[in-house]
């Protein structure tokens, strides 16, 4: 009995030591303990003074710096949009002016043109005119003769010379006449010296009486060179 027990207990060890060296079995080492230091911690009281509400003059003080602080934080922003403002008025005023500028540039040429054309055409209206004023005046100068030559014919057909009339004699009379062609009024302007070649020159033109073919003469050239004749009498001939 006591054989089989020991061999029961000598196989258990064999067994164990087999185990231990097939897992790498390690004898255990020694644990190292370290006491740790404790802090020592106490309550302190903070004094009521440390949680004071603050003054009513520090209150006033920290208002009036934050309104200050806005304030100029305003006045900032203010002048900003002031100096934007100026720039943008100036910015308009240079664009306004610059089309005003431009608008009287425009304008000026437009002026310009249209005196240019103006003046073109009054030289053209004053070329014609002038060409129609040398056309009338030629036709005037040759209707005049032709007039003239009838008041010659007329006077010297009724004029009856004296015998005192001599060579260098010289008699000059201004007729007045009205557009019908009647004579109103002689007027002897110089005299011949003769009172006989005077009366003579005045009794021809007054039997004369009326110019007939001047009733068809135009009313202007009537008033600008008919409404009084002067006539130059002389023994030579009869010269108006």
């Given at each position: 009995m006591y054989y089989l027990v020991g061999g029961a207990v000598s196989g258990l060890i064999h067994l164990l030591v087999m185990y231990l060296f097939l897992f790498n079995w390690q004898a255990p080492s020694k644990k190292i303990y370290y006491q740790p230091k404790y802090i020592k911690a106490e309550l302190v009281a903070l004094s009521p003074k440390s949680f004071a509400?603050?003054?009513?003059?520090?209150?006033?003080?920290?208002?009036?710096?934050?309104?200050?602080?806005?304030?100029?934080?305003?006045?900032?922003?203010?002048?900003?949009?002031?100096?934007?403002?100026?720039?943008?008025?100036?910015?308009?005023?240079?664009?306004?002016?610059?089309?005003?500028?431009?608008?009287?540039?425009?304008?000026?040429?437009?002026?310009?043109?249209?005196?240019?054309?103006?003046?073109?055409?009054?030289?053209?209206?004053?070329?014609?005119?002038?060409?129609?004023?040398?056309?009338?005046?030629?036709?005037?100068?040759?209707?005049?003769?032709?007039?003239?030559?009838?008041?010659?014919?007329?006077l010297s057909d009724n004029w009856s010379r004296p015998p005192s009339a001599r060579l260098g004699m010289t008699v000059k009379v201004r007729i007045i006449l009205v557009p019908t062609g009647r004579i109103v009024g002689v007027v002897i302007e110089s005299s011949s010296g003769d009172a006989a070649f005077d009366r003579s020159v005045e009794q021809a033109i007054r039997k004369v009486d009326q110019f007939v073919e001047l009733q068809g003469m135009d009313g202007r050239l009537f008033e600008l060179?008919?409404?009084?004749?002067?006539?130059?009498?002389?023994?030579?001939?009869?010269?108006?």
């Open positions: 509400k603050p003054s009513k003059k520090h209150q006033s003080d920290q208002i009036k710096s934050v309104q200050k602080r806005q304030d100029g934080e305003q006045q900032k922003r203010d002048a900003k949009e002031r100096q934007n403002a100026e720039i943008r008025a100036k910015k308009v005023a240079a664009e306004s002016e610059l089309k005003s500028k431009k608008l009287a540039e425009l304008r000026k040429k437009e002026r310009d043109a249209e005196e240019a054309q103006r003046k073109k055409i009054a030289d053209w209206e004053s070329m014609l005119d002038l060409e129609a004023q040398e056309l009338e005046a030629r036709e005037d100068d040759e209707a005049t003769q032709s007039y003239y030559q009838i008041i010659r014919q007329r060179r008919f409404r009084q004749v002067t006539v130059l009498f002389s023994p030579e001939d009869l010269r108006l």
